[in-house]
């Protein structure tokens, strides 16, 4: 025999088959491309690092408060807001705010997708003005929204919802153009009706698109809600941030990032774990 | 009107082949079908007829236009140009090279897939029984082999008790020990269920093994059509075997080895 290069394994894993406990198992251990297995809460890692940076260098003085105030204080005053009521009274009109947009714009922008996707008028009517309305960045639209429908919530939703509507329309039309024609020919030769050929056949296939511009439109929803509440508002984390930033409250500014920046995490973890029930047919790298 | 007249993405253009129409005794008729894309002909006149139970196998070098006559059989050809009448029963399963599993639904749904009747689940579990694959209804098709899928696909087009089954290379993809072990399955399938079989193939053996009745279209035309007896398609050592063989390959313009 010559001579290949056996290395030797560690010692069978607890949790492994206990019939196997004991026994040796030496493999050749071939470089693998793929990330390997997934691990929970892993996903934890980088954002627990930040913190820790931030902890550290708030802790030995190489960051300056004034800067950026220490996490401890801004954990001091989310706990002052959440006594006397502000942060969930501003936390709920921002959600609602948001939650609307989001509802709103994913419902225009799947149905306005279907329909420029499955047929051929649709596509004529609806794809250019959309391809338009993504050449032009949703907040120059602010200052005509507020002319037409001044400063009250509406204005604020259709400024999110036309954010949203974007991504989830192009990612969900890809996705729809991108099923692949065989499908169709099945469908036909196993006699669906139109309606069956959405449901079976449509909708699966342009998911995965869907759930990719559902992830833009989220983190969108959230840009948008910022900078309609910094505008204009007397409510949301927003207008709290831009009333701290005209008494220079840092701590105040830095909780409510903090606030974006957990309503964004969850949300984007909810879609993630939405897509991953929803697709769980597809064998992926992601794991 | 077949079942499958319109197509599901876009209406066909005019002047595109006409749909194939039913036939009330269960038969299959062409006539004079011409197929073309482009300026280049790819049927030139196709005559065609298959009785019910029969078993006809079509077989031809690359591009003489089996599968077109396939396609069209199945009324997959709406936007190619041509004339000539079509009639094929009120049934007609689809079986192609690639098992076409939907990736998203497992491998029950994929089998009852288009079935309106309420007892549609249960004549799947039973159709994925007679391929031998019971047990394996809520797996999803990446799971299973390519002579799985496959099968998962015969129960899907047998479970509608086709009067005509057309089959484009449908062994094509397989090993070669698999493909052996398909052969049998098919049979055992067709003799249960008696659909008259178009089987598209380039393989000489496959088609003595299985068909009736060995169809060879060449340059978009029928150029030989030969019977095979039962005897002689019941085993490789069988009388007038090795002869059919040989008249096949000649058909098809290729020179038989002295052995393999």
């Known amino acids: 025999m010559s001579a290949a290069p056996v290395l030797e394994r560690p010692a069978v894993e607890p949790h492994q088959d206990p019939a196997l406990t004991g026994r040796p198992d030496v493999r050749p251990t071939g470089h693998r491309l793929g990330p390997g297995r997934r691990r929970r809460l892993a996903w934890l890692l980088g954002p627990s690092a930040l913190l820790l940076l931030w902890t550290v260098s708030s802790a030995t003085g190489l960051l300056d408060p004034r800067i950026l105030s220490e996490p401890w204080t801004v954990v001091a005053t989310a706990g002052e807001l959440l006594a006397d009521g502000r942060l969930q009274e501003n936390l709920a009109i921002s959600a609602q705010r948001a939650g609307l947009g989001l509802f709103f714009g994913i419902v225009v922008g799947a149905l306005l997708a279907l329909l420029s996707g499955l047929s051929r008028v649709g596509e004529a009517l609806i794809d250019g003005p959309v391809q338009i309305k993504r050449a032009i960045p949703g907040l120059a639209l602010i200052p005509l929204l507020i002319l037409w429908f001044g400063i009250d919530e509406t204005m604020k939703v259709l400024t999110i919802t036309l954010g949203v509507f974007v991504p989830v329309y192009l990612q969900t039309h890809a996705g729809l153009r991108g099923i692949d024609l065989r499908y169709v020919e099945l469908a036909q030769t196993v006699g669906l009706s139109r309606a069956a050929f959405i449901r079976k056949v449509v909708l699966p296939g342009a998911l995965p698109g869907f759930f990719l511009g559902l992830r833009f439109a989220v983190t969108g929803a959230w840009v948008s809600l910022v900078v309609v509440e910094q505008i204009n508002a007397t409510s949301g984390i927003g207008y709290m941030m831009e009333l701290a930033r005209t008494y220079g409250q840092t701590n105040i500014i830095v909780l409510g990032l903090a606030v974006y920046g957990i309503l964004g995490l969850i949300s984007d973890g909810a879609v993630r774990f939405f897509e991953r029930k929803a697709l769980s047919w597809q064998r992926t790298l992601a794991g | ?260």
Request: proline share 5%.
């Open chain 2, 1 to 260: 009107m077949a079942a499958h007249s319109g197509g599901l993405t876009a209406v066909a253009p005019s002047g595109t082949a006409p749909s194939a129409v039913t036939s009330p005794g269960g038969t299959v008729s062409v006539r004079n079908l011409i197929r073309s894309f482009g300026p280049k002909g790819v049927l030139n006149g196709v005559d065609l007829d298959i009785a019910p139970g029969e078993f006809v196998a079509l077989l031809g070098p690359s591009g003489c236009g089996k599968s077109t006559l396939l396609r069209a059989l199945a009324g997959l050809d709406h936007d190619v140009r041509g004339s000539g009448v079509i009639s094929v029963p009120e049934r007609v399963s689809v079986v192609f090279q690639d098992s076409r599993l939907l990736p998203w639904d497992s491998v029950l749904g994929n089998v009852t897939l288009g079935l309106r009747e309420h007892d549609a689940e249960a004549r799947a579990r039973k159709a994925l029984a007679e391929v031998g694959l019971a047990g394996r209804e809520k797996s999803w098709p990446h799971e299973l082999s390519g002579g799985e899928q496959q099968r998962v696909a015969l129960a899907r087009s047998l479970v509608r008790e086709p009067q005509l089954l057309l089959a484009d290379e449908p062994f094509g993809a397989l090993d070669a020990l698999t493909r052996i072990k398909m052969h049998g399955l098919l049979q055992d399938l067709i003799a249960a269920h008696r659909p008259a079989v178009l089987l598209v193939t380039h393989d000489v053996d496959e088609a003595i093994a299985l068909a009736d009745r060995i169809v060879v279209l060449d340059s978009g035309r029928v150029a030989t059509v030969r019977t095979v007896t039962p005897e002689v398609g019941s085993a490789v050592d069988a009388a007038g075997h090795e002869a059919l063989r040989r008249d096949l390959l000649a058909d098809l313009g290729v020179e038989p080895v002295a052995s393999h």
